[in-house]
């Protein structure tokens, strides 16, 4: 819901290589923030900056904007690889998830303000919520079943309901049935697909698919104390390990992985802890200072 209350003082500032980390990476994790990068020699920096500063005004805190003067502030802009002026980049959770370079129309700013601002979310207007979020306190009681006997009759109401969806699909999953939780979350509308809450469950679905198919524990835990750079063997345990709701511990083995050599098979390390990260509620407090800890180590 928009936040009538921000002030342009509270949502539009101007950033340093400083104040980065704590200004842009740090205030992602819970709102998307947009990174204006300019310098007052730039004759299309003149125009694009207030169109953003009026789009973002326009959606009253649900996004943030930090200006960055690269004349005054060259470090980040360098590590980001800013190339020309105008640049601007989109960070959600830590991390930069879209972005452009040179002056846009308004309608064309105001569509990207607009879409950057709906990754943070907005709250659900569902004549059914009540119905919801009784079901959604069976499951969180242990009452699988009759939790997913809920979320189907809510879905007979509304068939375009994604918490409704993403209810089933935590049901199933909680009564060990992955394939049928599966074939649910293939079945969703094409218009609630990209639903956090249901990519959320697509990505936790592949982790416990992918669990599957790991060596015990136990066996994989001697193999990383014998050997704390076998990258191989601490991904599989990370895997394992989240199948089994160990999220920390997985994250931890994932972050030592990627601070050991962040290269390694691609950046399998930082690839695997997205996906951890997208299986998780974005306000978990694993994802939270996992994103963190992963971010300090990037722009370090």
């Not at 500063?53 to 326009?58: F, G, H, L, P, S």
């Not at 943070?120 to 242990?142: K, N, S, T, V």
């Not at 649910?184 to 959320?200: K, Q, R, V």
Request: hydrophobic share 50%; aromatic share 6%.
């Amino acid at each position: 819901m928009m936040d009538l209350t921000a002030t342009p003082e509270t949502h539009i500032i101007d950033g340093t290589d400083a104040t980065f980390m704590a200004d842009v990476v740090d205030a992602s994790m819970t709102t998307p923030v947009i990174v204006d990068f300019w310098a007052p020699w730039c004759g299309p920096c003149k125009s694009l900056g207030p169109a953003i500063e009026a789009a973002v005004t326009k959606a009253g805190g649900r996004v943030k904007l930090v200006k960055i003067d690269t004349d005054a502030n060259q470090q980040i802009a360098a590590q980001l690889r800013v190339q020309s002026l105008p640049t601007v980049y989109a960070f959600w959770q830590g991390q930069p998830v879209d972005g452009f370079q040179g002056a846009l129309p308004p309608s064309e700013v105001d569509a990207f303000v607009t879409k950057i601002a709906d990754m943070g979310g907005e709250a659900e207007d569902d004549g059914l919520a009540d119905a919801i979020a009784a079901a959604q306190q069976m499951l969180d009681e242990g009452a699988a079943a009759d939790a997913a006997e809920t979320f189907a009759a809510i879905l007979q109401e509304d068939p375009q309901s994604a918490p409704a969806y993403a209810g089933l699909v935590s049901a199933y999953l909680a009564l060990d049935d992955v394939d049928q939780a599966e074939a649910i979350l293939n079945g969703a509308p094409a218009e609630i697909s990209h639903d956090p809450a249901l990519e959320a469950l697509a990505a936790r679905i592949s982790l416990l698919r992918a669990a599957a198919n790991t060596g015990p524990v136990a066996d994989l835990q001697a193999k990383v104390e014998a050997d704390p750079a076998d990258h191989a063997a601490r991904l599989e345990l990370a895997t394992a390990l989240s199948a089994r709701g160990e999220t920390q511990a997985a994250v931890d083995h994932l972050l030592e992985s990627f601070r050991l050599d962040p290269s390694w098979n691609d950046g399998a390390a930082k690839a695997q802890l997205f996906q951890l990260f997208d299986a998780l509620d974005p306000k978990d407090p694993v994802a939270l200072t996992g994103r963190r800890k992963l971010s300090s180590m990037i722009f370090a």
